[in-house]
């Protein structure tokens, strides 16, 4: 797959540039008011109960901190931006008709949707019936592809397609060839285990069998039996990791254990303790300010109240750094597209798409601090580096970097045609 270069989006790229290096820094968690006008209304779909809701914690606690920055030095275009948060309860149902609340009630200008792909793939298509942007918090690549990809979304952080793509490659190398998946039967632990499967057959490995885990199973242990022991590695898109990496390693499984993309964010890694030694993870973002070598994720975390090792001040919590990415680069594609478009009001959002189909990247800033973004126009999906981690002496820490380059997979529609 090969991205068209065009002058028009190399010119765009330059502002995009321009305007990110024009942002202020973030210097803590007080700050002089900086806006006047009408707001800009966010709505953010979040799981703030229920299973998943380990992840809405954070999305919640970083979309408000810098939305609350942004306020305090110049908003958006110069305008205010409110926020307005509801919660999915981490069901369908519910999360489904929070959305409609945003849209038909608050009257939001643009969503931040939910991380959880099967109210995700419902919800897009709502959004894209109100002509109102959906900037997708889903990790399945099944939100971006095929009947799933409408013009008003967009994806800001990875997905399972492309985590394998940039992680399988490492992981067959130094783990070994052969593979078990032991899955959440779910579209987002069903995504990752399809594409877990090409991305080590790439590399070439196999995955010899893949287990399915129903979401309700009250006991993991007669699946957890029927994976082999003889495979090297053992995959692990799963809603309750920790329960399932304790209850492998008391059952005797000791292959090396790889996590999918992004469950760093659904527990606190120390809960592990003794299992968690050697067990790997592919994250957007480390969780320790060491690993990054990034003063614009270091000004972020100090304005949220974050230590250098990723724990939360208040809470005493482990931050789910992927979470964090997320929500601060789905913010800066709406301040870079918002300004550099003109977009005054929900009538110009369609003139807002097609200018962000024009901009190829986004260079690394206060709102993308681990470095440039690229954006795929077709499918409206986003690239960036993959991060390797492995729990080490009790830390998480850096095992290795997958460039955006190696996580890119074909496009499979083309929005830019409709």
Same mark, same amino acid.
């Given at each position: 797959m090969t991205t068209k270069i065009t002058r028009r989006g190399l010119l765009a790229a330059s502002v995009a540039a321009s305007a990110a290096a024009a942002l202020p820094r973030i210097v803590g968690t007080s700050f002089a008011a900086g806006t006047s006008g009408d707001p800009i209304v966010i709505g953010h779909q979040c799981e703030l109960t229920g299973w998943d809701a380990a992840t809405g914690f954070w999305r919640?606690?970083?979309?408000?901190?810098?939305?609350?920055?942004?306020?305090?030095?110049?908003?958006?275009?110069?305008?205010?931006?409110?926020?307005?948060?509801?919660?999915?309860?981490?069901?369908?149902?519910?999360?489904?008709?929070?959305?409609?609340?945003?849209?038909?009630?608050?009257?939001?200008?643009?969503?931040?949707?939910?991380?959880? #792909? $099967?109210?995700?793939?419902?919800?897009? =298509?709502?959004?894209?019936?109100?002509?109102?942007?959906? /900037? %997708?918090? #889903? $990790?399945?690549?099944?939100?971006?592809? =095929?009947?799933?990809?409408?013009?008003?979304?967009?994806? /800001? %952080?990875?997905? $399972?397609?492309?985590?394998?793509?940039?992680?399988?490659?490492?992981?067959?190398?130094?783990?070994?060839?052969?593979?078990?998946?032991?899955?959440?039967d779910i579209k987002w632990g069903q995504s990752e285990r399809d594409w877990w499967a090409k991305g080590v057959a790439a590399s070439g490995g196999e995955v010899d069998n893949a287990i399915a885990l129903p979401v309700d199973a009250p006991d993991l242990l007669p699946f957890v039996m029927q994976i082999d022991r003889s495979a090297d590695g053992i995959f692990i898109p799963v809603l309750n990791a920790l329960q399932a990496i304790q209850l492998l390693r008391n059952s005797g499984y000791d292959q090396k254990i790889v996590l999918a993309g992004q469950s760093f964010s659904l527990f606190d890694y120390r809960e592990l303790g003794e299992f968690g030694d050697g067990v790997f993870g592919i994250e957007t973002a480390p969780v320790s300010l060491a690993d990054m070598n990034s003063p614009e994720m270091a000004d972020i975390y100090q304005a949220l109240g974050i230590d250098g090792n990723g724990v939360d001040a208040d809470s005493g919590k482990v931050v789910g750094s992927s979470m964090l990415l997320g929500i601060a680069q789905s913010l800066g594609f709406l301040k870079a597209n918002v300004e550099q478009s003109g977009w005054k009001t929900k009538q110009d959002t369609a003139a807002l798409i097609k200018h962000a189909e024009s901009v190829p990247s986004y260079p690394k800033g206060p709102l993308f601090p681990l470095g440039d973004v690229t954006m795929r126009a077709q499918d409206h999906q986003a690239f960036m580096d993959i991060y390797l981690l492995q729990m080490q002496a009790g830390s998480l820490v850096k095992y290795g970097v997958a460039p955006k380059d190696i996580t890119i997979y074909d496009a499979d529609v083309d929005l830019t045609q409709g």
């Amino acid at each position: 797959m090969t991205t068209k270069i065009t002058r028009r989006g190399l010119l765009a790229a330059s502002v995009a540039a321009s305007a990110a290096a024009a942002l202020p820094r973030i210097v803590g968690t007080s700050f002089a008011a900086g806006t006047s006008g009408d707001p800009i209304v966010i709505g953010h779909q979040c799981e703030l109960t229920g299973w998943d809701a380990a992840t809405g914690f954070w999305r919640n606690k970083v979309a408000t901190g810098l939305c609350d920055w942004l306020n305090a030095n110049g908003g958006i275009a110069g305008r205010p931006i409110k926020l307005v948060t509801v919660d999915t309860k981490s069901d369908v149902d519910a999360g489904v008709n929070q959305l409609r609340k945003l849209l038909l009630e608050d009257e939001v200008d643009f969503v931040i949707g939910s991380e959880i #792909s $099967s109210i995700a793939i419902a919800s897009n =298509k709502i959004a894209n019936e109100n002509k109102r942007l959906y /900037l %997708t918090m #889903s $990790s399945s690549e099944a939100t971006t592809s =095929k009947d799933n990809a409408v013009p008003y979304q967009f994806r /800001l %952080t990875t997905n $399972s397609a492309a985590t394998a793509a940039g992680a399988a490659q490492k992981y067959v190398e130094s783990v070994g060839p052969r593979w078990v998946t032991f899955f959440a039967d779910i579209k987002w632990g069903q995504s990752e285990r399809d594409w877990w499967a090409k991305g080590v057959a790439a590399s070439g490995g196999e995955v010899d069998n893949a287990i399915a885990l129903p979401v309700d199973a009250p006991d993991l242990l007669p699946f957890v039996m029927q994976i082999d022991r003889s495979a090297d590695g053992i995959f692990i898109p799963v809603l309750n990791a920790l329960q399932a990496i304790q209850l492998l390693r008391n059952s005797g499984y000791d292959q090396k254990i790889v996590l999918a993309g992004q469950s760093f964010s659904l527990f606190d890694y120390r809960e592990l303790g003794e299992f968690g030694d050697g067990v790997f993870g592919i994250e957007t973002a480390p969780v320790s300010l060491a690993d990054m070598n990034s003063p614009e994720m270091a000004d972020i975390y100090q304005a949220l109240g974050i230590d250098g090792n990723g724990v939360d001040a208040d809470s005493g919590k482990v931050v789910g750094s992927s979470m964090l990415l997320g929500i601060a680069q789905s913010l800066g594609f709406l301040k870079a597209n918002v300004e550099q478009s003109g977009w005054k009001t929900k009538q110009d959002t369609a003139a807002l798409i097609k200018h962000a189909e024009s901009v190829p990247s986004y260079p690394k800033g206060p709102l993308f601090p681990l470095g440039d973004v690229t954006m795929r126009a077709q499918d409206h999906q986003a690239f960036m580096d993959i991060y390797l981690l492995q729990m080490q002496a009790g830390s998480l820490v850096k095992y290795g970097v997958a460039p955006k380059d190696i996580t890119i997979y074909d496009a499979d529609v083309d929005l830019t045609q409709g």
